[in-house]
């Protein structure tokens, strides 16, 4: 039988499942593995195998000890430069693709305009960068390890609403937090250093001082966050918080 070679498209909608699950998790019984290469058509091992190829190029991991596969081919490196950078145009490729692959001529099967295709490029990349920052931090929130998803945030460092197109997409953009943690960092309250510091605004002490303060915010100041598997949150992003966000709680 003749070997059958991995094409582009295929690669970019593997390449973005990389991106959403856990890397130590991958295995060819996993769910969305399996999902995968049933779409593709692919064996749940081959696609297995591509996600440890990318994970050799992965420098989050290998500074955490964790090795992908050695066999990388020319183009999953030309994949990996393309888009390990360009979240937005990753994402809704790879939902366009696997649209495609499926016999839909659109994402929602539905002709799209310009606003509703906005619209719909806007809720495929949200989809993406949850899944990608909560995958990577392995359903955990970073301060606290409370580990239930419903409970979970994927937060923004730089808001939404300051961000470009790309940088809202960019799960180095992220933390997982809590409910309650994510409301506290979106309103300055607390912050990240660039050194990975939690640092608990002083007037948080001063205008609402109580045990539930104590228990729930000061008790992990000056201490440092879980950090991810991979999509480390960037240290401009970081600075920008701290200097923009946290400033008004100083």
Same mark, same amino acid.
């Given at each position: 039988?003749?070997?059958?070679?991995?094409?582009?498209?295929?690669?970019?909608?593997?390449?973005?499942?990389?991106?959403?699950?856990?890397?130590?998790?991958?295995?060819?019984?996993?769910?969305?593995?399996?999902?995968?290469?049933?779409?593709?058509?692919?064996?749940?091992?081959?696609?297995?195998?591509?996600?440890?190829?990318?994970?050799?190029?992965?420098?989050?991991?290998?500074?955490?000890?964790?090795?992908?596969?050695?066999?990388?081919?020319?183009?999953?490196?030309?994949?990996?430069?393309?888009?390990?950078?360009?979240?937005?145009?990753?994402?809704?490729?790879?939902?366009?693709?696997?649209?495609?692959?499926?016999?839909?001529?659109?994402?929602?099967?539905?002709?799209?305009?310009?606003?509703?295709?906005?619209?719909?490029?806007?809720?495929?990349?949200?989809?993406?960068?949850?899944?990608?920052?909560?995958?990577?931090?392995?359903?955990?929130?970073? #301060? $606290?390890?409370?580990? +239930?998803? %419903?409970?979970? &945030?994927?937060?923004? @460092?730089?808001?939404?609403?300051? /961000?470009?197109?790309?940088?809202?997409?960019?799960?180095?953009?992220?933390?997982?937090?809590?409910?309650?943690?994510?409301?506290?960092?979106?309103?300055?309250? #607390? $912050?990240?250093?660039? +050194?990975? %510091?939690?640092? &608990?605004?002083?007037? @948080?002490?001063?205008?609402?001082? /109580?045990?539930?303060?104590?228990?729930?915010?000061?008790?992990?100041?000056?201490?440092?966050?879980?950090?991810?598997?991979?999509?480390?949150?960037?240290?401009?992003?970081?600075?920008?918080? +701290?200097?923009?966000?946290?400033?008004?709680?100083?």
């Amino acid at each position: 039988m003749n070997k059958k070679f991995w094409t582009r498209e295929e690669e970019i909608i593997v390449f973005n499942l990389y991106c959403q699950i856990p890397f130590q998790s991958a295995s060819k019984n996993h769910p969305e593995v399996i999902r995968i290469a049933n779409i593709i058509g692919r064996s749940p091992s081959a696609v297995n195998m591509k996600i440890g190829n990318f994970g050799s190029f992965d420098e989050n991991l290998k500074a955490r000890g964790i090795v992908g596969l050695t066999n990388a081919s020319k183009l999953d490196a030309q994949i990996w430069e393309e888009f390990n950078n360009r979240w937005d145009e990753l994402s809704f490729e790879s939902e366009r693709l696997i649209a495609k692959f499926q016999g839909v001529k659109e994402i929602e099967n539905i002709p799209v305009g310009k606003e509703k295709m906005v619209a719909v490029r806007q809720r495929v990349n949200q989809n993406f960068f949850r899944r990608a920052v909560l995958a990577s931090y392995k359903n955990s929130c970073c #301060i $606290t390890g409370l580990n +239930n998803p %419903e409970l979970l &945030i994927a937060s923004h @460092i730089k808001s939404w609403a300051a /961000s470009n197109e790309n940088e809202k997409t960019n799960p180095h953009n992220g933390l997982c937090l809590n409910a309650l943690h994510d409301k506290a960092f979106d309103k300055g309250f #607390i $912050t990240v250093t660039p +050194n990975y %510091e939690i640092i &608990i605004s002083a007037d @948080i002490t001063d205008i609402y001082d /109580s045990a539930a303060v104590e228990k729930f915010f000061k008790c992990y100041d000056k201490s440092k966050i879980a950090l991810p598997e991979k999509f480390a949150p960037a240290k401009e992003f970081l600075m920008y918080h +701290n200097e923009i966000v946290f400033q008004n709680w100083r």
